[in-house]
Nanobody, 114 residues
Framework: QVQVVESGGALVQVGGSLRLSCAASGGMFSLLDMGWYRQAPGKQRELVAQIRTDDMSTYADSVQGRFSIARDNVKNTVYLQMNNLKPEDTAVYYC????????WGRGTQVTVSS
């Protein structure tokens, strides 16, 4: 079954850290550029970090220097390390490939409390 399952979200205080995980199944993970997206209430989903098949990564300006994306092609998993969290990072976080190969998962809620 082709799917992704996100996990690791939580309620944290400003300045805290979280590590999100996204486990993919269905075969093509190692051939795909993967990304983490987020959607805050009342806002559109946005791409926050992307990692290519050659492990090159890019980040949205809003998270540059605070977030780090990594992948494990043996475990078919992509990670998002989030440090120095801010209230504006509060959102549901999703993962998917660059061209949405996977059906969107349920996401994982990250809430940053001040």
């Amino acid at each position: 079954q082709v799917q992704v399952v996100e996990s690791g979200g939580a309620l944290v205080q400003v300045g805290g850290s979280l590590r999100l995980s996204c486990a993919a199944s269905g075969g093509m993970f190692s051939l795909l550029d993967m990304g983490w997206y987020r959607q805050a209430p009342g806002k559109q989903r946005e791409l926050v970090a992307q990692i290519r098949t050659d492990d090159m990564s890019t980040y949205a300006d809003s998270v540059q220097g605070r977030f780090s994306i990594a992948r494990d092609n043996v475990k078919n998993t992509v990670y998002l390390q989030m440090n120095n969290l801010k209230p504006e990072d509060t959102a549901v976080y999703y993962c998917n490939s660059k061209f949405e190969y996977y059906p969107w998962g349920r996401g994982t809620q990250v809430t940053v409390s001040s």
